[in-house]
């Protein structure tokens, strides 16, 4: 039997979705609760998850093992964001007050603003600036409840600031308590460069494709008009999986133009946004296994309709949520809001909001069995919350209820 390294004791409750690997349909929101409880973790892992005198018994806390008084408070898996743009230059604060003025977020990115003027700040910045900036955000989510965050690219669009924001990125992570998984987003925009979309796709798959393959684990598109159309999309992701990366779509977000029915085509591991899906597009993704990623913060900041979120449970998709944190469409970092959303707006229940950005959110990640639930063998991510019921989390909109938080066994500092 393996060291007890740290002791979290007479908690109130120990939450965690149950089962193992993505929970889809009715058993999205099956918790496995144990109350009273105590969790013993060895070496960064969980090693027991049960009832104190059980817990006690088995992983006695050996000399210098760590212990937590859970008295009074619950524990829940750290969360984990499997859509955000973290790492990025500048602000769009003039763009928002355009928008609250009533200018519309195509209607700006259209005029060469929006996503087109990050490019231009991230693109001015030097890579030790963005790396600063990239652990600022790290630290705002991690603030929220966030231990694993996927982080895309999107914000170079040429082959020398793509690649700084891939290294950035892995950079980031591994001198952060917020393990960052880095997602290609090379076709997040047409350049001012390019005179086509089809031009610039032919670029990137030629020139910077072949090197962020190396430095990254999954690829991403935004399929939309003014952006990309299928035909660019999947030219760039097929290009993308040849080199072995994960697939996920922006889709859908302020039309539907097929992206959904190409995720499920090329076998994506997402498709994400779903604010304009259809009925057909709910039910394909409810037979595949293609995941259903909702982003209801970014819905909130544009004015979007809110994704068919009930729907695509009941057709049996597996649902996660993230925040799609961003300057532009969701500055956003904190999924404990997300949840709140995901249950005022979206009708999905507490439990289920919490499934959707733990255990199925790291299915997105391809972290099945790693991260995401507060079960033996699983990473030691653990939240634990000064509140008299887990479900605070998403109930109390902009709460602070974190008492502490455990990253890979290690309790951070206050
Ligand atoms: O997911 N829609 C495309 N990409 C981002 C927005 C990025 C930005 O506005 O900077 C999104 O909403
Ligand atoms: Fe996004």
């Given at each position: 039997m393996s060291e007890t390294t740290l002791l979290i004791h007479d908690l109130e409750a120990a939450v965690s979705p149950a089962g193992r690997g993505p929970l889809r349909g009715g058993a999205l929101g099956d918790l496995e609760v144990h109350s009273p409880a105590?969790?013993?973790?060895?070496?960064?892992?969980i090693a027991a998850v049960g009832p104190p005198g059980e817990v006690l018994r088995d992983h006695?806390?050996?000399?210098?093992?760590?212990?937590?008084?859970g008295r009074g408070k619950v524990a829940l898996p750290g969360l984990v964001d499997c859509h955000t743009h973290a790492a990025f230059l500048g602000d769009r604060a003039d763009e928002f007050e355009l928008r609250c003025r009533g200018a519309g977020y195509e209607e700006i990115h259209a005029a060469g603003g929006g996503i087109l003027s990050t490019v231009r700040a991230t693109r001015a910045g030097s890579e030790e600036e963005l790396l600063t900036a990239t652990r600022r955000h790290l630290n705002w989510l991690l603030r929220h409840g966030t231990t694993t965050a996927e982080v895309k690219s999107g914000y170079g669009?040429?082959?020398?600031?793509?690649?700084?924001?891939?290294?950035?990125?892995?950079?980031?992570?591994?001198?952060?308590?917020?393990?960052?998984?880095?997602?290609?987003?090379g076709a997040h925009a047409v350049p001012a460069e390019f005179s086509s979309a089809a031009e610039y796709v032919e670029f990137v798959v030629t020139e910077v494709l072949p090197e962020a393959a190396r430095l990254a684990e999954a690829a991403d598109v935004?399929?939309?008009?003014?952006?990309?159309?299928?035909?660019?999309?999947?030219?760039?992701?097929?290009?993308?999986?040849?080199?072995?990366?994960?697939?996920?779509?922006?889709?859908?977000?302020?039309?539907?133009?097929?992206?959904?029915?190409?995720?499920?085509?090329?076998?994506?591991?997402?498709?994400?946004?779903?604010?304009?899906?259809?009925?057909?597009?709910?039910?394909?993704?409810?037979?595949?296994?293609?995941?259903?990623?909702?982003?209801?913060?970014?819905?909130?900041?544009?004015?979007?309709?809110?994704?068919?979120?009930?729907?695509?449970?009941?057709?049996?998709?597996?649902?996660?949520?993230?925040?799609?944190?961003?300057?532009?469409?969701?500055?956003?970092?904190?999924?404990?809001?997300?949840?709140?959303?995901?249950?005022?707006?979206?009708?999905?229940?507490?439990?289920?909001?919490?499934?959707?950005?733990?255990a199925n959110a790291a299915h997105v990640l391809g972290?099945?069995?790693?991260?995401?639930?507060?079960?033996?063998?699983?990473?030691?991510?653990?939240?634990?919350?000064?509140?008299?019921?887990?479900?605070?989390?998403a109930y109390h909109l902009g709460g602070d209820h974190l008492a502490a938080v455990v990253k890979s066994g290690s309790l951070l500092p206050a």
């Open positions: 105590s969790i013993a973790v060895s070496g960064g892992r006695p806390p050996g000399p210098g093992c760590e212990t937590l008084d669009l040429d082959k020398e600031t793509e690649l700084e924001m891939l290294r950035v990125i892995r950079a980031a992570g591994e001198a952060h308590p917020v393990d960052v998984y880095p997602t290609f987003l935004f399929v939309e008009r003014g952006a990309f159309g299928v035909p660019e999309a999947r030219r760039y992701l097929e290009a993308c999986a040849g080199y072995g990366l994960a697939l996920r779509l922006h889709a859908d977000q302020f039309s539907e133009r097929g992206a959904v029915a190409l995720a499920v085509e090329l076998g994506a591991r997402s498709a994400d946004h779903l604010e304009n899906t259809g009925e057909e597009g709910v039910r394909i993704l409810g037979r595949s296994a293609t995941a259903a990623v909702l982003l209801p913060a970014c819905a909130l900041f544009l004015g979007l309709p809110d994704p068919p979120a009930r729907a695509l449970v009941e057709e049996g998709a597996v649902v996660a949520l993230a925040t799609d944190f961003n300057p532009g469409s969701s500055f956003c970092s904190s999924l404990p809001v997300v949840m709140n959303l995901a249950c005022t707006r979206l009708g999905l229940s507490p439990a289920e909001a919490l499934c959707a950005c733990t972290l099945d069995g790693e991260v995401g639930r507060l079960a033996p063998g699983y990473r030691a991510d653990v939240l634990v919350l000064d509140a008299p019921d887990w479900r605070y989390l």
